[in-house]
C-alpha cells in the first residue's frame, strides 16, 4: 500500500456494502479521506487512522495532503456513491496516474433497486435505465427532465434540486401519464425513508417535508434518490424466463 492512492468507492455510506477488496485496502491504509457521513459510519474502522474530510480543501491543498502522507503509508479516498457515477474525483485519479487505484462499488442506485426490491429494466416494460442529475441539466441548460422521462424508461435521478412539484410536472410531461415514482432518502442508514407513489400522490406523500435539503444550509449534503418509471408497479412476467430457458441456456447447456 506504501506510496499507493486507493480511491473505494463506499457506495451510500453502509459498511456492510463495501466490497472486500474495498475493505482489505482501508485495513491496510495509513490515512483515510472522507466525507463527514462517512467518518461517522465507517468509525469502528478508521480507529488508527489520520482522518480528513477531503471537501476542507482546494485541489492542490488536496494534493500535497497526500503526497505529505505517502512515503509513511497508503492513502485512500472513501468515496460516496461509486467512481463511475458522478464523482468528482477523477482529477486526481488522473494526477496520480500508476500510483492511483480504484475499486468499484455499489452505488446507490444499485442499493435503491435492492431496497424497493426492483429490477429497473424489465422485459415489456422498461427497456432503458437512464441515471441522471438534474443539477446537469441546469448547469448546461440544454436538456430537462422531461426529455428523458419517456415511456419504456427507469429514470434514476440523483442530486436532485427541483422542487418536488415541478420536477413531478416534467415527469408528467415526459412520460405521459400518472405514473409510479419512489423517493428514497438516506438509503441503507439507520433513518432510510422510502416513499412511494404515483405522480398524483407524491406531493401530499411527501407533505412539508423537504426530502432533497433544496433550501436547507446543512454543511452535509443530503442522500436522496429518485426512481420513476413502470418496474415500480409491475412483475416480470414468469414466461420471460421460460423463454430465456427455451432459447439461450438450455440450447446452449449453460450451466
Not at 412539484?165 to 405521459?176: I, S
Amino acid at each position: 500500500m506504501a506510496q499507493q492512492v486507493v480511491f473505494i468507492s463506499a457506495g451510500p455510506g453502509d459498511p456492510g456494502l463495501l466490497t472486500v477488496a474495498g475493505l482489505e485496502a482501508l485495513k491496510e491504509s495509513r490515512a483515510v479521506l472522507a466525507p463527514a457521513t462517512f467518518q461517522r459510519s465507517f468509525r469502528s474502522l478508521l480507529v488508527g487512522k489520520e482522518v480528513d474530510s477531503p471537501f476542507q480543501m482546494d485541489h492542490a491543498g488536496l494534493v500535497a495532503w497526500v503526497e505529505e502522507r505517502l512515503p509513511s503509508g497508503g492513502v485512500c479516498f472513501l468515496l460516496p456513491g461509486d467512481f463511475g457515477s458522478f464523482s468528482p474525483f477523477q482529477s486526481f485519479v488522473a494526477h496520480f496516474g500508476h500510483r492511483a487505484h480504484v475499486i468499484p462499488g455499489v452505488g446507490a442506485h444499485a442499493a435503491a433497486a435492492a431496497l424497493l426490491k426492483k429490477t429497473y429494466d424489465m422485459p415489456g416494460v422498461s427497456h432503458a435505465t437512464i441515471l441522471t442529475s438534474p443539477r446537469a441539466f441546469t448547469a448546461s441548460g440544454r436538456v430537462a427532465v422531461r426529455e428523458y422521462a419517456q415511456p419504456g424508461h427507469t429514470l434514476v435521478l440523483y442530486m436532485n434540486d427541483i422542487p418536488l412539484p415541478t420536477l413531478v410536472e416534467d415527469l408528467r410531461a415526459g412520460f405521459g401519464a400518472d405514473i409510479p415514482i419512489a423517493i428514497l432518502e438516506d438509503v441503507s442508514a439507520p433513518e432510510q425513508r422510502v416513499t412511494r407513489g404515483t405522480l398524483s400522490t407524491i406531493c401530499r406523500l411527501v407533505g412539508d417535508r423537504d426530502p432533497f435539503g433544496i433550501d436547507s444550509g446543512s454543511p452535509e449534503p443530503t442522500l436522496a434518490l429518485v426512481v420513476a418509471g413502470e418496474i415500480l408497479a409491475r412483475d416480470e412476467e414468469p414466461s420471460w424466463w421460460d423463454r430465456r430457458y427455451e432459447k439461450i441456456w438450455k440450447p446452449r447447456g449453460v450451466r
